[in-house]
């Protein structure tokens, strides 16, 4: 059954109001999450991560380590899930896909130029070809901030759906780039932008930039995503990166996509952190709850 | 754009209620000191009550009594008077403002000390989430002791050119929604312009008022400044009715409080009035509308709906009703109604069962009228005093529940078209005491402040409240301001 959704006007996107957004999100710091309860969030953390790599220096050497640490994320501990994905740049993702096989942790690559995704459309549309021909299941795009602080709405969604197009059975992940967007009521136009040209998941940074994931930053996109979901019954994913390094916080995430839109996205199919120090911090945490006491950071391997 | 129409309606619904639960956090009792009785607070210590007569208090959450507490008659009401006008004579309007100020900064810095003690017991007594009383009641009775404090030296630079003289002896009755705070709101303002205090905490809830009488004791106040009397409404009536009390401040039920403006009829006695109400929360198109519903949220389920000033009524515009309603429900599908010692409890327990059937009987009068009950899938506890968050949808402005104040977790949902309509309908009750305004544009929101006939206007926010900002009522919500600069006003004599 075919449906499609009228598109509506950005220009008039849902207002935020940002005092009512972080009061909203101190609340969801304050739920209380110990023993069992603590010790099932954090395995739903790590196995929601998306171990990533993206450096200049980045060789096959240092991709294939952090792939066999994906899929060994502490051999010690019983019961450890793997992380959901590993993040690479296109030109590594066949190394990484061979060095997943029989895992199934995905392989998802950021295209578009990034970080900036100052080229142009051609540039763009090929970065993403290359990466899903070499075996990417996931994209992760860049949004044209540019364009989009210049109110060419239309130039961001068209941008948008022709990766989408490209992108075939691989998964978009469309990157807002939050903190170059300045206020909630930007992020929360981009959100609807990206949802409706067809993102499967939308994503608040690249890590190149300050600040990077926040929880208010994360809530807006949250009920861009219940909005979109209420109007179509349709599920988007959700994946704050950057920033977001201890158990604690990924905790008060979970609580917010709890509190917000409830089990469907309790699951690494709809909802990711992009942090590659906060699984060793959970890994830590889980030991702790194993052990009584807390392990030096040697003690947990880094790749 | 093209569009095509699916034959089915698409599957929206959310689900709360997966595997991943929160784990229980009550908070300990084991450091609160209870006496198993309570005397009244008059001249400085604890005394029996010549009635010898005590009553039980307990604690709504699990049924269980927690002290007993005297009741006072005629004649501990007289022999708190009189302490109460004796140091008043004697020391306190004698008292340089300088002087006074440091020993009501010593009760705010000693609530301060005390405040987990002091949460706990509110939250034990009175039924309200150990949340709410930890991070609202307490420390904004600590700060309205340091606001008026800062004060009471300066009473002539409040008032320039006007000689501020205290009035004697204030007689105040307080309700049992936020015990401890109303106390601090009472007594603060009192202390701090020179008048002696007797105040009568209500029934259900006293033991709050009986701890900070404990830290008073403590703070070295000279005896009789303040003077805590428990008891029922003929205590309340005997403070009122004594001929040495200069000055009566009530807050509670606009019934009571027509009862109090006939007794002190023809007597020179000042009064203040801090009555029920019925706010308005108008949630506009252009609102932000995922806030707007946290605002209606808080506005009506906080402290149980048990608030003078709560959202009492929804009035949402027609082209986002369904939207706000829909959000409504969800949301209201995550508050954690239950042990209000439990930290992530956010709905405790009704006040008294009293106050509980009260509210059933409203339900069952929302039903009767035709009105669409919504209440959220929650259970509640078997034991204790609770209520589920309940909304009523389609309801008019002819509707008893829309026109009476109910005084528990039910929100009446009307619809509105135009602002000049949401004006009408927001003022046309008999109540005047708060308002919520929902909306990004604020021109709106500036015409609105001023057509509303009410004493505060919350615009994108709701229940908030500062020591510094005067709070009071129109119509049948009473008269008299409390907080900041204006709250002085009702306790001097200009």
């Not at chain 1, 890590?207 to 979901?229: F, H, S």
Request: proline content about 4%; charged content about 25%.
């Amino acid at each position: 059954m075919m449906t499609t959704i009228d598109i509506p006007n950005f220009r008039m996107s849902p207002v935020v109001d940002q005092v009512g957004v972080e009061e909203r999100v101190a609340r969801f710091t304050t739920r209380s999450i110990k023993k069992s309860s603590k010790l099932q969030a954090l395995k739903l953390a790590l196995n929601m991560i998306d171990l990533t790599t993206l450096e200049g220096k980045d060789t096959s050497g240092k991709v294939k380590q952090m792939c066999y640490k994906a899929a060994h994320m502490c051999d010690q501990l019983q019961d450890i899930p793997t992380v959901a994905a590993v993040c690479v740049y296109p030109n590594h993702v066949r190394t990484a896909k061979t060095a997943l096989t029989g895992t199934g942790i995905k392989v998802a690559s950021v295209a578009t130029a990034f970080p900036s995704g100052n080229t142009t459309r051609e540039v763009k549309l090929s970065d993403v070809r290359f990466a899903v021909d070499e075996g990417a299941d996931e994209i992760d795009m860049v949004i044209s901030r540019g364009e989009f602080l210049e109110g060419n709405y239309s130039f961001v969604f068209d941008e948008i759906s022709s990766i989408k197009e490209v992108c075939g059975s691989s998964r978009l992940k469309v990157i807002l780039e939050t903190g170059e967007l300045s206020t909630l009521d930007n992020i929360r136009r981009a959100s609807d932008i990206a949802i409706y040209a067809g993102a499967d998941f939308i994503k608040t940074s690249t890590g190149k930039i300050q600040p990077a994931a926040t929880m208010p930053v994360t809530l807006v996109m949250l009920q861009a995503i219940k909005d979109y979901y209420y109007k179509t019954g349709k599920i988007v994913g959700m994946k704050p990166a950057g920033g977001i390094s201890s158990s604690k916080l990924a905790i008060h995430y979970l609580v917010m996509v709890h509190e917000t839109l409830g089990d469907k996205w309790l699951t690494n199919e709809w909802f990711r952190f992009g942090a590659s120090s906060l699984a060793n911090d959970i890994l830590m945490q889980i030991a702790k709850e194993k052990y009584g006491t807390y392990q030096g950071k040697d003690y947990f391997s880094n790749d | 754009m093209n569009k095509t129409k699916t034959s089915e309606q698409p599957d929206t619904s959310l689900n709360f209620f997966n595997d991943w639960k929160y784990a229980p956090a009550p908070e300990s009792k084991d450091h609160i000191q209870l006496k198993k009785q309570y005397g009244l607070f008059i001249n400085g210590e604890f005394v029996p009550p010549t009635s010898k007569k005590y009553f039980d208090t307990i604690n709504p959450a699990t049924e269980e009594k927690l002290a007993e507490i005297a009741e006072a008659d005629e004649k501990d009401v007289d022999l708190a008077v009189n302490a109460a006008a004796k140091a008043y004579n004697n020391v306190w309007k004698k008292m340089p403002g300088k002087e006074r100020a440091k020993y009501i900064y010593r009760i705010a810095r000693m609530i301060q000390e005390r405040a987990r003690e002091f949460a706990v017991i509110e939250t034990m007594d009175g039924g309200k989430p150990i949340r709410e009383s930890r991070d609202i009641d307490v420390p904004l009775a600590a700060n309205h002791f340091f606001y008026y404090a800062g004060w009471a030296d300066k009473l002539n630079y409040a008032f320039p050119n006007r000689n501020p003289q205290p009035l004697g002896v204030a007689g105040q009755i307080i309700p049992w929604n936020f015990p401890l705070l109303m106390a601090a709101w009472k007594i603060a303002p009192a202390l701090a312009t020179g008048n002696c205090v007797v105040l009568k905490p209500a029934e259900t809830t006293s033991l709050t008022a009986l701890k900070l009488a404990e830290i008073i004791a403590e703070s070295g106040l000279p005896n009789g400044v303040v003077n805590i009397v428990t008891g029922f409404g003929k205590t309340g009536a005997a403070i009122v009715n004594h001929p040495k009390v200069n000055k009566v401040a009530f807050t509670g039920s606009t019934d009571v409080g027509k009862i109090i403006q006939k007794a002190i009829a023809g007597t020179s006695k000042r009064v203040t009035l801090e009555l029920g109400g019925k706010a308005a929360n108008i949630v506009f198109d252009d609102a932000p509308i995922d806030q707007a519903v946290e605002g209606i949220v808080n506005g009506i389920f906080f402290n149980q709906g048990h608030v003078c000033c709560a959202g009492s009524r929804l009035l949402v515009q027609e082209g986002v009703a369904d939207i706000v309603i829909r959000k409504l429900k969800d949301r209201m599908e995550t508050l954690i109604v239950g042990d209000p010692l439990d930290k992530n409890t956010d709905i405790g327990a009704i006040n008294s069962k009293e106050q509980l059937l009260k509210i059933q009987e409203y339900i069952k009068i929302g039903i009767n009228e035709g009105a669409e009950l919504h209440q959220s899938s929650c259970s509640l506890p078997n034991k204790g005093f609770f209520c589920k968050p309940t909304l009523f949808l389609n309801t008019s402005q002819s509707h008893r529940l829309v026109q009476e104040e109910i005084f528990g977790p039910v929100l009446a949902v009307q619809t509105f078209r135009t602002v000049e309509e949401a004006i009408e309908k927001a003022n046309n009750i008999p109540y005047g005491l708060s308002a919520g305004i929902w909306t990004d544009k604020g021109s709106k929101i500036f015409n609105l402040t001023t057509k509303m006939r009410a004493g505060v206007v919350w615009a994108n926010t709701y229940n908030k409240f500062d020591p510094t900002s005067p709070f009071g009522g129109y119509k049948e919500s009473g008269f008299g301001r409390e907080g900041g600069l204006h709250g002085l006003l009702p306790y001097l004599s200009l």
